[in-house]
């Protein structure tokens, strides 16, 4: 047999496994990095993937994908990666507001995906009519779409495995070191690592080689200052729980505290788990050591502001005695991807943003679809031209902003409403509750889903929160009566100072993004 009747695949598959040659080398086997190496490998690329640790991580964030993730997992063909991880329906957001609340629905759909008015109105409709909401799952009707939440640990392996079966993937595990350059240009053309001798136990140098290598890890990179030269932004952390059969009405919601207390994130992650992420800002004073650290502000601050069902649930999981796992809340604004040949970095390495509204996964796999698109062999057929990649690259940054921008800018602006402290903030998110209670949700869900793709909408609602905090903290100084006309001014400063604020919350984030 010669050379010539090996198969394609067979050749390359060799040439991955004894040379450490591919297409493209992939850093990091997370959300984005198997998300990216399936997607390029369907594409027909021979791709190398590089993990750290293949054992099932314990990560506290990255377990709930927004319906707009679910729908880009689906074009990539990963969508079995839900199947057999116990994962739970997410129908959208329960508000509970200083004790009232309101249910916030995801919007219902058309065929195409476009979000339909009037979905909120015969959801409220639906729930009305339903005998003993409070025991049993609210049932979607139509085509209203589902997210999904779900052991983060779980939900990798399964992409991992999902790699791992493909046919043009080869996976080592391995700790990534550096990147190589060519000697006679700035062209990465791989990366250096040092591999664990399976016989011996030792750690041994090693090379990978790729026409394009995309590094991909993680919220703590350690290339990131070296090819974007940015810092992470950091407010606050959050501190997680995992409560055992905690009864949280209604079911299949993700539900969002708002009380005194920073914000606190309740969702069901498995059939008996339920995951619980406490916000505590940097240097909180109810939360340093002389008032019992974060255990503390949990148990004093926290546990009162909850609904009386979790509190139980909330004191089981305290009674270890151990401080609660964390991870930081991070924003990264993203930059261009063109200043480097040959190495594209990607996922949360590029682009964070808090996780209170859950988008980060659901960014990922949009961008993994986009970045596949234009780097498709037939736009880009040699992935070592790197002015063609960077062709590609510059148009992703700008195609990539008409849902990541969005998302983004939600996500921080919002933080900033529910941690509020001072007196305009809390009239603004006064005001997005009372506007969520006054049914206006269908468009503002459809943009936190990521079903909504056109970031003017987004400043048409958060403006239009504006406007209604303003009322009804006017209604609030004057008190109704005549005798409060004489207070009217007073009102009309506020107005001023609120609307102030919202644009100082809003446009420089939204001015960052959009850059």
Same mark, same amino acid.
Request: with cysteine; aromatic share 8%; charged share 25%.
């Given at each position: 047999m010669t050379l010539d009747d090996v198969p394609q695949g067979v050749r390359e598959a060799e040439r991955r496994s004894k040379h450490h040659e591919a297409d493209v080398v992939v850093v990091g086997a997370g959300v984005f990095g198997c998300a990216v190496a399936f997607a390029l490998a369907n594409q027909g690329r021979s791709v190398i993937l590089l993990e750290r640790w293949m054992h099932e991580p314990d990560?506290?964030?990255?377990?709930?994908?927004?319906?707009?993730?679910?729908?880009?997992?689906?074009? =990539?063909?990963?969508?079995?990666?839900?199947?057999?991880? &116990?994962?739970?329906?997410?129908?959208?957001?329960?508000?509970?507001?200083?004790?009232?609340?309101?249910?916030?629905?995801?919007?219902?759909?058309?065929? @195409?995906?476009?979000?339909?008015?009037?979905?909120?109105?015969?959801?409220?409709?639906? +729930?009305?009519?339903?005998?003993?909401?409070?025991? *049993?799952?609210?049932?979607?009707?139509? *085509?209203?779409?589902?997210?999904?939440?779900?052991?983060?640990?779980?939900?990798?392996? *399964?992409?991992?495995?999902?790699?791992a079966a493909?046919?043009?993937?080869?996976?080592?595990?391995?700790?990534?070191?550096?990147?190589? @350059? @060519?000697?006679?240009?700035?062209?990465?053309?791989?990366?250096?690592?040092?591999?664990?001798? *399976?016989? #011996?136990?030792? +750690?041994?140098? &090693?090379?990978?080689?790729?026409?394009? #290598?995309?590094?991909?890890? $993680?919220?703590?990179? +350690?290339?990131?200052?070296?090819?974007?030269?940015?810092?992470?932004?950091?407010?606050? +952390?959050?501190?997680?729980?995992?409560?055992?059969?905690?009864?949280?009405?209604?079911?299949?919601?993700?539900?969002?505290?708002? $009380?005194?207390?920073?914000?606190? =994130?309740?969702?069901?992650?498995?059939?008996?788990?339920?995951?619980?992420?406490? &916000?505590?800002?940097?240097?909180?004073?109810?939360?340093?050591?002389?008032?019992?650290?974060?255990? $503390?502000?949990?148990?004093?601050?926290?546990?009162? #502001?909850?609904?009386?069902?979790?509190?139980p649930s909330v004191l089981a999981a305290l009674a270890d005695g151990r401080i609660p796992k964390s991870m930081p809340n991070s924003w990264l604004p993203p930059a261009k991807q063109t200043q480097h040949a040959g190495v594209l970095v990607l996922g949360d390495a590029y682009n964070m943003r808090h996780p209170l509204t859950g988008g980060g996964m659901t960014v990922a796999f949009n961008d993994v679809v986009l970045l596949a698109d234009l780097l498709a062999p037939e736009r880009v057929p040699v992935l070592a031209d790197s002015a063609a990649v960077h062709a590609a690259m510059a148009d992703f940054h700008w195609r990539r902003k008409a849902l990541t921008s969005i998302i983004n800018v939600l996500a921080q602006a919002l933080y900033s409403l529910f941690s509020a402290q001072d007196r305009q903030l809390l009239a603004l998110q006064m005001g997005c509750f009372r506007y969520f209670q006054m049914g206006i949700t269908d468009q503002p869900m459809g943009l936190m889903g990521g079903m909504i793709q056109r970031p003017l909408v987004l400043a048409y609602h958060f403006f239009s929160v504006a406007f209604v905090a303003i009322w009804f903290n006017a209604v609030a100084v004057c008190g109704g009566s005549v005798l409060g006309l004489w207070k009217l001014p007073l009102a009309i400063i506020d107005a001023v100072l609120i609307l102030w604020r919202a644009s100082v919350v809003f446009l420089p984030v939204l001015w960052t993004e959009s850059r």
């Open positions: 990560r506290i964030v990255g377990e709930l994908l927004q319906p707009g993730g679910v729908a880009a997992l689906k074009k =990539l063909g990963l969508e079995k990666c839900l199947e057999g991880i &116990d994962a739970i329906p997410c129908y959208g957001y329960h508000v509970i507001y200083h004790g009232d609340d309101v249910a916030i629905p995801y919007p219902v759909v058309d065929a @195409d995906g476009n979000v339909l008015d009037g979905s909120a109105a015969a959801y409220a409709a639906e +729930k009305s009519a339903q005998n003993d909401s409070e025991k *049993k799952p609210l049932q979607t009707t139509g *085509k209203r779409p589902e997210g999904r939440a779900f052991h983060h640990g779980r939900f990798i392996m *399964k992409l991992r495995e999902a790699c493909h046919p043009s993937i080869t996976i080592f595990e391995t700790t990534v070191t550096a990147t190589i @350059d @060519d000697e006679h240009s700035s062209q990465v053309l791989g990366v250096a690592a040092r591999t664990t001798d *399976k016989e #011996t136990g030792e +750690k041994k140098a &090693d090379f990978f080689f790729g026409g394009l #290598t995309i590094i991909a890890d $993680g919220y703590d990179s +350690k290339f990131r200052k070296q090819y974007i030269g940015r810092v992470p932004i950091v407010r606050s +952390k959050f501190y997680a729980l995992e409560l055992i059969d905690c009864p949280c009405p209604p079911q299949g919601f993700g539900h969002v505290v708002i $009380g005194k207390a920073s914000p606190v =994130l309740l969702y069901q992650i498995g059939t008996h788990e339920t995951r619980a992420l406490f &916000d505590v800002p940097e240097k909180l004073a109810a939360a340093s050591p002389q008032n019992g650290g974060v255990r $503390g502000y949990i148990q004093n601050t926290v546990l009162p #502001t909850l609904p009386a069902t979790v509190r």
